[in-house]
């Protein structure tokens, strides 16, 4: 397997915008694989036809790429400013995976992150001078 760049949940213009700007493959991954196990997508990417654009929500799934290609490739499709894209890579694990139920995991970490995002943010409006009354 070797490297390349999984799309979910993009249009037809975005998916060609970002083969312009990404340095690896780009393949997009059509609804009927939502079944399949995710290393069975990696091989057949090349051979997949189809639209990406059946899911609600965009993914950017990287398989086999370095630390420097990865930023590189985050960087690009943030560059295009295509809404919020929820980025990963393949793992060991993730690849023994139903492309469906990584979907939903990589969903749900999405909601954990930005709620503790959203908390961090909401305790630091609130630093500042004040009486602690609860502590002594």
């Given at each position: 397997?070797?490297?390349?760049?999984?799309?979910?949940?993009?249009?037809?213009?975005?998916?060609?915008?970002?083969?312009?700007?990404?340095?690896?493959?780009?393949?997009?991954?059509?609804g009927y694989?939502?079944?399949?196990?995710?290393?069975?997508?990696?091989?057949k990417a090349?051979?997949?036809?189809?639209?990406?654009?059946?899911?609600?929500?965009?993914?950017?799934?990287?398989?086999?790429?370095?630390?420097?290609?990865?930023?590189?490739?985050?960087?690009?499709?943030?560059?295009?400013?295509?809404?919020?894209?929820?980025f990963a890579?393949?793992?060991?694990?993730?690849?023994?995976?139903?492309?469906?139920?990584?979907?939903?995991?990589?969903?749900?970490?999405?909601?954990?992150?930005?709620?503790?995002?959203?908390?961090?943010?909401?305790?630091?409006?609130?630093?500042?001078?004040?009486?602690?009354?609860?502590?002594?």
């Open positions: 397997m070797s490297r390349k760049v999984l799309l979910v949940g993009f249009l037809p213009d975005e998916v060609e915008r970002l083969r312009e700007v990404l340095s690896v493959p780009v393949f997009e991954v059509p694989c939502r079944d399949w196990v995710v290393s069975e997508v990696v091989d090349e051979g997949l036809s189809g639209s990406s654009y059946w899911h609600l929500r965009k993914f950017v799934i990287m398989h086999d790429v370095g630390n420097e290609t990865l930023k590189e490739v985050i960087r690009s499709v943030k560059s295009l400013n295509l809404g919020r894209v929820i890579t393949t793992t060991e694990t993730s690849l023994t995976w139903k492309l469906e139920d990584l979907l939903n995991e990589l969903m749900a970490e999405d909601e954990y992150f930005k709620a503790a995002r959203w908390a961090r943010e909401e305790a630091e409006k609130r630093k500042g001078p004040f009486l602690d009354i609860g502590k002594g």
